[in-house]
């Protein structure tokens, strides 16, 4: 299995802040990574397919950029409603894996 | 518009048996990869099964044997069949047609 790896595990950031979230791949998964936010009691919602692409009805202040074994997220300007969990997924071969979650906190 | 509902969770003891059950609407579910995604209270996502368009089926070790994805064409259904349910299957079970469609959930308990 491709093993998928975030950091930081948790961050604090302020209001405006820029943040950025890595992934690594244990092997090269060419551009097949996505991006999640999750919040409390709330199911997984896509932000970024194909490590670049912004999913319909997301800010464009979310991006995404990276191939192969490393990956990107950034958030340019944190907004109030960015505090969430973050994920980064692989659906270059099955099963599909999730890095292990990255807590976006108020500092 | 793109649905997932799943239902049948709940409380179990370990050892039994629940199945789970997801409706679709605005796309059949032979059409597409259809997935079972859990998360144990207060961790990460975890893959659990996926049946792809030929019928064909994958699992996680940790449920290979005890678990049977299955899928119902006509009624447009995606079902987890869970047996010998262990405490640390503890979690909310989400039916996902990844990446970008997933239902709300549903919360399996297993404890005495």
């Known amino acids: 299995d491709i093993q998928m790896t975030q950091s930081p595990s948790s961050l604090s950031a302020s209001v405006g802040d820029r943040v950025t979230i890595t992934c690594r791949a244990s092997?090269?998964?060419?551009?097949?990574l996505n991006w999640y936010q999750q919040k409390p009691g709330k199911a997984p919602n896509l932000l970024i397919y194909?490590?670049?692409s912004l999913q319909s009805g997301v800010p464009s202040r979310f991006s995404g950029s990276g191939s192969g074994t490393d990956f990107t997220l950034t958030i340019s300007s944190l907004q109030p409603g960015d505090f969430a969990t973050y994920y980064c997924?692989?659906?270059?071969?099955?099963?599909?894996?999730f890095g292990q979650g990255t807590k976006v906190e108020i500092k | 518009e793109v649905q997932l509902v799943e239902s049948g969770g709940g409380l179990v003891q370990p050892g039994g048996s629940l199945r789970l059950s997801c409706a679709a609407s605005?796309?059949?579910?032979?059409?597409?990869?259809m997935n079972w995604v859990r998360q144990a209270p207060g961790k990460g996502l975890e893959w659990v099964s996926v049946?792809?368009?030929?019928?064909?089926?994958s699992y996680a070790d940790s449920v290979k044997g005890r678990f049977t994805i299955s899928r119902d064409n006509s009624k447009n259904m995606l079902y987890l069949q869970m047996n010998s349910l262990r405490a640390e299957d503890t979690a909310v079970y989400y039916c996902?047609?990844?990446?970008?469609?997933w239902g709300q959930g549903t919360l399996v308990t297993v404890s005495s």
């Open positions: 996902a047609r990844v990446p970008r469609y």
């Open positions: 605005g796309f059949t579910v032979s059409s597409d990869y």
């Open positions: 049946i792809y368009t030929g019928g064909s089926t």
């Open positions: 092997q090269s998964i060419t551009t097949y």
């Open positions: 194909a490590a670049s």
């Open positions: 997924q692989q659906s270059y071969s099955t099963p599909v894996t």
